[in-house]
């Protein structure tokens, strides 16, 4: 059975299956699907479940194309998350909206973006990363195959982000690292900035992810795959014993999905160039211009 991860204080569940086409520029907007299949986004509150049946009824948000904002009964797409939801919880997610013959309407990529009261003890305790966290020395390897630690980083603000190539849903791992590859452009723009900084982004697909395949995926976001391209941002992947434990401090909850996909939340950090946590996102909702104005002021202090 396939279960929602649950952090010790908060996180943000993302159930990322195989056919989503929601529009990455406009989450609140439709879109349609070659299979016919309209995607629409919605936020609202668990108001109680019906397990047997797998649905959920919700007090959700206005869908702008589909419908006003009311109280009513979804059906689950994958039943077996049910026993996760609980009253009171805040979540997003898609309704699939099915007009090949008789029009059906799933939920589907939940996340809870806000727990009620967790009634139950998780099977991991995840660390939520607050500011002044000592960040562990972590060791990778990056998309060269050379092997890289965080602690080389101090001295630099360090910014993290966890995804993994294989990403099937545009507002997810791609979106981040489009986000990073803006942030990348704007520090560039600032050669004092620049040379104070350094990004990376880590696959939590240890299986899959090769250091060829890292370097493939980051070209097409860095714009070249020359040796110079990855000089302020690498590419790279944990073991996965090692994995588990970065997962842990990140707060990054994972399993495997449907179709050979894995199953994630988001996680993004400020590290500072004392090697102490200064800020977390979790979920997709941050901007680039938060991360680099993160940066100045870490620069504001250093100076």
Known sequence: ???????????????????????????????????????????????????????V??????????????????????ANIIGDLHPGDVITADV?????GQQTV??????????????YKPVVIYHVP?????VPDFKLRNQDGRAIHLGQFKGQTLLVTFIYT??????????VTRNFATINKQLAGDPKLHGKTHLLCVSFDPDRDTPAILRAYAAQYIGGDAKTAFAHWDFAVPSKTELQEMAKFFNVGMSNGENGTI????????????GKVAQFYPGNEWTPDQLVADVKKLAGKAS
């Not at 799933?106 to 009634?119: C, N, R, Y």
């Open 96 to 100: 699939l909206v099915s007009k090949t």
């Open 263 to 274: 199953t994630h939340t988001l996680s993004t950090t400020v590290i500072g160039p004392d």
């Open 57 to 78: 009824v919700l007090d959700h948000e206005a869908i702008p194309g589909f419908m006003e904002a009311m109280t009513m009964p979804y059906q689950l797409k994958d």
């Open 106 to 119: 799933l939920l589907d990529h939940i996340v809870v973006v806000a727990q009620a009261k967790p009634d």
């Open 130 to 134: 607050t500011a002044g966290d000592i």
């Open 1 to 55: 059975m396939r279960r929602l991860i649950i952090s010790s204080f908060l996180a943000c569940f993302i159930f990322s299956g195989c056919h989503s086409s929601q529009n990455v520029q406009n989450q609140s907007s439709a879109d349609q699907s070659n299979s016919g299949v309209t995607v629409y986004h919605l936020r609202g509150k668990v108001l109680s479940t019906d397990a047997p049946h797998a649905i």
């Open 166 to 175: 294989r990403c099937p849903l545009p507002n997810f791992c791609p979106l």
